[in-house]
């Protein structure tokens, strides 16, 4: 069997492959697409071009492919079209697994980020491939730019409330990809993924103290403060406005929920919060 792994030398593409092959996966059975070839030149596995918005270079990455790791764009907007080329392509080549890295609660979230992963699941739905749907949570490693803010000010403000996120390392979701990507049995399931456990923003606070060494206290802003702030910072409105909707999101539980499941199919604990942090640092 011979793996694609797309967005390979993004941060959680570099992490599939080397769990696959941490897993037991012959590096020559995977393959790592990229825009810039170059910059997959440390990852040990054969690197060929591929290019979300270039049809042709997703079909020739895609010769004597079996399954594939289809890691969603960064490209907020864009998304969709460039799914859709990717599950094009891998309908026509006959693929036997398409995993997808999705969104939590994907086809029922009101969370800003949540439709583009939607209509991507649909697509895929649509195309008939036999695909695995991992709805990602939020990666502990989103947090490093809040981290050193709050290292400098002391402060971590967000308009989150009491909001909870289950985060996890991109370590522990990668691992997650590889074992549906290496296992047979995932085909047609929709795994819903976060970490053990569901913190608040005052415990972040809390973990952030402790990595950093100095007092960092949680300041909850109202939509019009964070908006205010955000706008002091310099940031366009576009900018704010999902920064925003992304905050009201996660302050209405779109990022709470975990089950155990992402720990059950890795075979250990997820990574807890301060040690997500600290190796992010």
């Known amino acids: 069997m011979t793996t694609l792994v797309t967005g390979a030398t993004g941060n959680l593409g570099r992490l599939i492959i080397a769990s696959l092959i941490e897993r037991g996966a012959d590096p020559q059975s995977i393959v790592a697409g990229a825009r810039d070839v170059a910059k997959g030149a440390d990852l040990g596995v ?3 071009h591929l290019d979300y918005a270039d049809p042709a270079s997703i079909a020739a990455a895609l010769e004597g492919v079996d399954s594939v790791a289809l890691v969603s764009g960064s490209e907020v907007g864009q998304r969709v079209a460039q799914h859709q080329a990717v599950i094009d392509a891998a309908k026509t080549a006959g693929i036997t697994k398409l995993v997808y890295t999705s969104a939590p609660k994907a086809s029922t979230s009101d969370l800003v980020l949540a ?3 939607k ?8 195309s008939g491939v036999p695909a695995v749907i991992l709805r990602n949570n939020w990666y502990t490693e989103n947090y490093v ?23 996890a390392s991109r370590k522990d ?6 074992v549906v990507l ?7 399931q929709v795994y819903e993924l976060g970490g053990d456990v569901a913190w608040s923003y005052g415990e972040l606070a809390s973990a952030m103290s402790e990595v950093s060494g100095r007092p960092v206290a ?13 706008e002091a910072a310099g940031l366009d409105a576009g900018t704010i406005g999902f920064v925003v909707a992304l905050d009201a999101g996660i302050r209405g539980g779109a990022l709470a929920d975990t089950d155990g499941t992402l720990a059950r199919l890795i075979g250990r604990s997820t990574t807890p919060l301060v040690d997500g942090l600290r ?3």
């Open 46 to 48: 054969r690197v060929v």
């Open 115 to 117: 439709p583009e992963h």
């Open 119 to 126: 209509a991507t699941e649909e697509l895929i739905a649509a």
């Open 145 to 167: 730019a809040d981290l050193r803010r709050a290292a400098e000010t002391g402060v971590l403000a967000a308009g989150v409330g009491e909001g909870r996120v289950a985060s």
């Open 173 to 178: 979701f990668a691992d997650a990809a590889a």
């Open 182 to 188: 290496l296992e047979d049995g995932h085909i047609g």
């Open 218 to 230: 949680y300041q909850a802003l109202t939509a019009e403060e964070q908006s205010a702030a955000l």
């Open 279 to 281: 190796a992010a640092a």
